[in-house]
């Protein structure tokens, strides 16, 4: 068990007196952790509303939140929040426009540098909209 109380990761062997006919005289304990505890997290649309909400939520679980979206005020106010109320959580502020190719190539890189990889997406960044798919306007629903 981690200090969390979360399940750490890892394959345990455990010794069994062999018996005849047995296959091996072995027993495999598997353990497995999830991502989400002691991980790195990353939110898309993190700055208002679920996406925000998400890293409240999760910030006493991981070792490390990427919190992204537009408003890079929004988002540095998040990460003080977070990091007074969890000091050893660490948080990557990451404004990115996810609309815009180019953008979401730099943030990826300066993300790669900052935060390592990634083991939980909240794929939660969006805009509503109420149309017909297939006459929505691609620029919202893309
Ligand atoms: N609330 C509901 O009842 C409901 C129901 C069904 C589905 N949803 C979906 O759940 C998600 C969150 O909804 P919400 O109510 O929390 O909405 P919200 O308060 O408007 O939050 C949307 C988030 O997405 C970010 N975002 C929008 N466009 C972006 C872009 N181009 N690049 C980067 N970030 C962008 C916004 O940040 P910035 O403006 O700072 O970029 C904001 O943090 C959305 O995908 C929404 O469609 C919500």
Do not use: C
């Amino acid at each position: 068990m981690t200090p969390e109380g979360g399940v750490a990761a890892g394959v345990h062997m455990r010794e069994r007196p062999v018996r005849k006919g047995s296959y091996l005289g072995r027993t495999a304990i598997v353990t497995v952790r999830p991502p989400v505890d002691g991980g790195t997290v990353l939110i898309t649309g993190a700055s208002s509303g679920i996406g925000r909400e998400f890293a409240a939520q999760l910030a006493a679980r991981t070792g490390t939140l990427v919190i992204a979206a537009r408003r890079a005020g929004l988002l540095e106010a998040l990460r003080a929040e977070l990091i007074a109320a969890h000091p050893r959580l660490r948080v990557v502020a990451l404004p990115v426009d996810l609309s815009d190719e180019r953008d979401v190539e730099r943030a990826v890189t300066a993300m790669r540098e900052q935060a390592g990889p990634v083991d939980v997406l909240i794929n939660n960044a969006g805009v509503g909209d109420q149309a017909l798919f297939d006459v929505a306007d691609w620029t919202r629903t893309r």
